[in-house]
């Protein structure tokens, strides 16, 4: 059956789950309007390519992470993408990011505390925890997230595979300078040693060698 959608010269897979009113950030082929952090401490070598439409991370050479960022900046926004991630893979989504890598973030670690809202480089006033998402998560296989990010003092919400999963309203505005705008970035955490035990059993800083963190049908619209 012919795909028809805007993204005809596209494949049809690709784009079947972008929500309407949404606008792609990731044209399925390349990495345009993308580029890796030059300044971020995760390392300045991360492994993203493009594989059968969607983004890939992983570490190559082993060790090293880093950030993957949008050339634009956001204010008010949703964002959706759909995520497959192994295990003992620590990465996340970061939202209204600066060059650096300081920014909200939603852990992406399995086992682990996927879809929690934590800081990187920042603190979070109200942070939040998405425990629940073991109840809808696909194991191997892909996962939506959908995330609200609106206010100079934001007010955040999390859905996972159409479930929500959180809905905070933080306190102040925690960004350094009281950044109001970011970008969006994909984080491949840096590794100190791999063991599966490691922060007793939540592979915060490790991540397996051969493990992959994938992302497809990247879109957001403005608010």
Not at 69 to 97: C, H, P, Q, W
Not at 131 to 138: E, G, H, I, L, R
Not at 185 to 214: D, F
């Amino acid at each position: 059956m012919k795909c028809l959608t805007l993204f005809v010269l596209l494949s049809c897979h690709a784009y079947a789950q972008i929500p309407e009113g949404f606008k792609p950030i990731f044209n399925g082929k390349n990495l345009k309007g993308w580029h890796v952090s030059r300044t971020t401490h995760q390392g300045t070598t991360p492994n993203f390519f493009v594989e059968d439409g969607a983004i890939v991370a992983n570490q190559n050479p082993y060790g090293q992470g880093g950030l993957l960022m949008t050339n634009e900046v956001f204010k008010d926004f949703e964002l959706y993408v759909e995520v497959k991630i192994d295990s003992f893979a620590n990465g996340g989504i970061f939202i209204r990011s600066n060059e650096g890598g300081s920014a909200y973030q939603i852990e992406l670690v399995l086992p682990g505390n996927t879809g929690d809202l934590v800081g990187e480089r920042i603190p979070v006033s109200e942070p939040a925890s998405a425990a629940a998402y073991k109840n809808v998560w696909k194991t191997n296989d892909w996962n939506s997230f959908r995330i609200r990010m609106t206010g100079d003092i934001p007010h955040l919400t999390l859905w996972i595979n159409g479930e929500q999963m959180w809905d905070v309203q933080q306190t102040k505005n925690d960004f350094i300078g009281g950044a109001t705008e970011g970008m969006i970035a994909l984080q491949c955490h840096w590794t100190a040693v791999y063991s599966p035990t490691a922060s007793n059993g939540m592979p915060l800083s490790s991540w397996r060698p051969g493990a992959a963190h994938r992302y497809r049908n990247l879109a957001i619209k403005r608010l």
